[in-house]
């Protein structure tokens, strides 16, 4: 298993860029260079995602802002610099060690397309 690819969940190759494995999801999955298939995170990295994103960005921007503004000592941009970097560790280290998931034919993108066809028919 390589670090800076996941393994594909169709060929079971090291195939998908980490980068946008980790990004990937139901409107965007990633795709194995060797095989083609298409993979994105599994459901609980996304709500993970959500959740903390949710619970810890307010308060890791918002508390080191107030200290700058009612201080005013430059050990505030200090603090605001280590709470993006907690934030970003905690927001992006899930999806970067969670295993890939195989995209499923019904998710995001095939569900555009079935919406563009639609329309298209309705058109005429």
């Given at each position: 298993?390589?670090?800076?690819?996941?393994?594909c969940?169709?060929?079971g190759?090291d195939?998908?860029p980490?980068?946008?494995?980790?990004?990937?999801s139901v409107?965007?999955p990633?795709r194995?260079?060797?095989c083609?298939?298409k993979?994105k995170?599994k459901?609980?990295?996304?709500?993970?995602?959500?959740?903390?994103?949710?619970l810890?960005?307010?308060p890791?921007?918002?508390?080191?802002?107030?200290?700058?503004?009612?201080?005013g000592?430059?050990w505030?941009?200090?603090?605001?610099?280590a709470?993006?970097t907690v934030?970003?560790?905690?927001?992006?280290?899930?999806?970067w060690?969670?295993?890939l998931r195989k995209a499923d034919?019904?998710?995001?993108?095939?569900i555009?397309?079935s919406?563009?066809?639609h329309y298209?028919r309705l058109r005429?």
């Open positions: 298993m390589s670090f800076s690819r996941f393994r969940p169709h060929c190759e195939g998908i980490r980068w946008s494995g980790s990004s990937s409107w965007g990633a194995c260079e060797h083609g298939g993979a995170v459901a609980w990295v996304d709500a993970w995602n959500a959740t903390a994103g949710t810890f960005a307010v890791l921007l918002v508390i080191p802002i107030l200290v700058f503004a009612l201080t000592r430059p505030g941009y200090a603090l605001a610099a709470s993006f934030m970003f560790v905690i927001l992006s280290l899930p999806s060690l969670a295993p034919p019904h998710d995001g993108e095939s555009l397309q919406i563009r066809r298209r005429g």
